[in-house]
């Protein structure tokens, strides 16, 4: 698997930017079937940093209704990854 194809987008939530700030982890969403050396690598070459730790998580698709119609949201992993102490990862939030 290419590692541009492995991290899709972060997560920046509430939570995600305090586990930044507090802890030094950042959260992606990440593809299924990446695995955790996979997220690391990936993780390391695009933003050139030394990974500590990641941590995954798949999440289930949940029941999604409009009316008459019903249908599922994908299923999602989640990944969150450790960085070292004095590194960071430059990302660009909205305000």
Do not use: C
């Not at 586990?19 to 079937?33: M, P, R």
């Not at 730790?53 to 249908?71: C, D, E, P, Q, W």
């Amino acid at each position: 698997m290419d590692i541009r194809q492995v991290i899709k987008r972060p997560v920046i939530t509430e939570k995600a930017t305090l586990l930044k700030e507090v802890s030094n982890k950042y959260v992606f969403v990440v593809d299924k079937s990446a695995n955790k050396n996979q997220i690391k690598q990936a993780v390391e070459v695009l933003f050139k940093v030394e990974v500590e730790k990641v941590n995954t998580s798949v999440f289930a698709g949940k029941l999604h209704r409009m009316g008459a119609h019903a249908g599922y949201r994908p299923d999602w992993k989640k990944a969150v990854v450790t960085v070292k102490k004095g590194q960071e990862i430059k990302m660009v939030e909205e305000a």
